[in-house]
Nanobody
Framework: QVQLVESGGGLVQPGGSLRLSCTLS????????MGWYRQAPGKQRELVAG???????NYADSVKGRFTISRDNAKNTVYLQMNSLKPEDTAVYYC?????????WGQGTQVTVSS
């Protein structure tokens, strides 16, 4: 059974930082492109950042320059370093493993940015 387990969410003040982690088990991590998505209440889930199997990254315009996605294949883990957080970043953050043909989602972790 493939599982993605997320951690690192929480409550932070505007301008603060959080680091999210997502660890895959039950499959070969290096076979997947990885991504972070978020969903705010009443809104569609949106792509925040992605990293290909080859290590190429991409970001939503809204987080470019503030967030960094990285992967450590030796630890089967993808990270999202979030700096300069804004209230608009408040959402449930989900990691995703994109395979061929199957995709997998993490359980979600709440990020709240508030003073």
């Amino acid at each position: 059974q493939v599982q993605l387990v997320e951690s690192g969410g929480g409550l932070v003040q505007p301008g603060g930082s959080l680091r999210l982690s997502c660890t895959l088990s039950g499959s070969i991590f290096s076979s997947y492109a990885m991504g972070w998505y978020r969903q705010a209440p009443g809104k569609q889930r949106e792509l925040v950042a992605g990293v290909t199997k080859g290590g190429i990254t991409n970001y939503a315009d809204s987080v470019k320059g503030r967030f960094t996605i990285s992967r450590d294949n030796a630890k089967n883990t993808v990270y999202l370093q979030m700096n300069s957080l804004k209230p608009e970043d408040t959402a449930v953050y989900y990691c995703k493993a994109t395979g061929e043909p199957l995709n997998y989602w993490g359980q979600g972790t709440q990020v709240t940015v508030s003073s």
